[in-house]
């Protein structure tokens, strides 16, 4: 989860049945008769459910290929911005606005009780500071790749940091509702190497907001969006 700390700088078909073809019976002898309508005046009711039937689906098809160009429109905004460590303030409201466009169309209304929650996510952006880190020379920040994994069964989160300080962090997830949770950090590690005790000072709160297979946005508590990846839906946490 992605909390300020003073050790760890991480984020946390519709199916249209066909039939085999027969042999036509009015070609089966050498006169052609009288063509009988009374089956298809029988078929007639059935036309009618097979159209109230594919009427549910048009909304929603229209809404998956909503969320498919809104987030294909997202990925092509962050990739140019570091992280969000290159973003302008004008950058950050167009990415702001595209996450909010994602998140008014999404399906999973308890995220905390999706297996989607389950893996190991990259961060792709965010507008944390404390993540980020600008002010530094871009040599002493992260420069590889941020993960946070997340095991809804054990309720354990996990912040990893690459490139070049390979620091680590883990928390406890309490579930303030079905999709926010409070996150108390107990452990970091330095280096991977060092381990160290949370002081205790090392919490705060996230909400997802939006949540699908590859997909997954956040707001903290002090208003910082995080927007992140699937990479591996079966990492576990490390007990």
Known sequence: MALSNPTATLP?????D???????PFFSSPSRPKLNTNHLKSQEPDSGKWRNMVSFFPGFLTKGRDVDSLKLELYETIAPLDRGAEATPEAQ????????KIEAVNLVKEPLKSNFLNGKWELLYTTSQS???TQRPKFLRPNGKIYQA???????AQNIETWPFYNQATAN????????????????????LIPIKSPGSGRGQLEITYL???LRISRGNRGNLFILKMVDPSYRIPL
């Open 212 to 214: 699908d297979e590859d």
């Open 131 to 133: 993540i980020l880190q």
């Open 12 to 16: 946390f078909k519709c199916i249209i």
């Open 93 to 100: 409201q167009r990415v702001d606005q595209i996450a909010r």
């Open 173 to 192: 997830l309490v579930p303030l509702n079905s999709r926010k949770v409070a996150v108390k950090f107990d452990f970091f590690k330095i280096a991977n």
């Open 150 to 156: 997340i095991n809804v069964d054990t309720l354990r």
């Open 18 to 24: 066909s039939y085999p073809s027969k042999q036509n």
